[in-house]
């Protein structure tokens, strides 16, 4: 069964510190893998998007890494604001090219909190 | 969310009521969706539209159908609400056929009581 594996569930940091968030995937055929953010109320935004053949992939302080042999991707956080208080989302798309009609595999999400 | 609202934001009903939701995009994207976000699962895809009147079912589609007239509004409609509908739903849409990016509206949380 495809699946995408989030941890951890939450997370409580310190304003102005470093995280990573991870993702494991069971996903095949697999075309690319997104992060997105979602604050609380909102809909999910997208943080990056990584095909098979990109490893890694940088939107300001969001670092995505993506292993393709092993099925893993994280997200890293660096110096941490309130602002990035939200869930974090990791998403897999199933099938052979990138359509919008692909599949779409949503993990459950990491809450993470930054306090001040 | 530039180019894609939903309405109601939030709605309350009673069971066995039938329930509409709209999204309107601005973006004329060929593709819109419909998920429905619970507590301790992904979002999960209900219904989703490749054009007007072309539209195909998801994941949990059961209880629920959706039309698409223009191609800037993609209804969604609870023919009968039941309590295990009571969720949030997203719309989202997208016009590229290579790599798929999505953007998702705000959401409409429905209460079925």
């Known amino acids: 069964k495809n699946q995408v594996e989030q941890s951890p569930q939450s997370l409580i940091i310190l304003e102005g510190k470093n995280c990573t968030l991870q993702?494991?995937?069971?996903?095949?055929?697999?075309?690319?893998l997104r992060w997105y953010k979602q604050d609380t109320g909102r809909g999910p935004v997208s943080l990056t998007i990584?095909?098979?053949?990109?490893n890694t992939k940088s939107n300001g302080r969001y670092t995505a890494t993506l292993d393709a042999d092993t099925k893993q991707s994280s997200l890293h956080i660096t110096a941490s604001q309130l602002s990035d208080s939200a869930s974090y989302i990791c998403?897999?798309?199933?099938?052979?090219?990138?359509?919008?009609?692909?599949?779409?595999?949503f993990g459950t999400g990491t809450l993470l909190a930054v306090q001040p | 969310d530039a180019g894609i609202t939903q309405s109601p934001r939030h709605k309350v009903t009673e069971t066995g009521t039938p329930v509409t939701l709209r999204c309107h995009q601005t973006?004329?994207?060929?593709?819109m969706y419909w998920y429905r976000q619970d507590p301790g699962h992904g979002l999960r895809l209900i219904h989703y539209?490749?054009?007007?009147?072309?539209?195909d079912k998801g994941e949990v589609s059961d209880g629920y159908s959706v039309s698409r007239s223009k191609t800037e509004d993609f209804l969604l409609t609870l023919e009968s609400a039941t309590s295990s509908q009571t969720s949030v739903y997203f719309c989202?849409?997208?016009?590229?056929?290579?790599?798929?990016?999505?953007?998702f509206g705000s959401g409409t949380r429905l209460t079925v009581v």
């Open positions: 989202a849409i997208s016009g590229q056929l290579k790599r798929g990016g999505y953007t």
């Open positions: 993702c494991n995937y069971t996903v095949s055929p697999f075309s690319n």
């Open positions: 990584m095909t098979f053949s990109e």
């Open positions: 998403v897999v798309s199933e099938g052979d090219y990138g359509g919008a009609t692909n599949k779409l595999i």
């Open positions: 973006e004329n994207h060929r593709y």
């Open positions: 539209s490749y054009g007007v009147k072309d539209t």
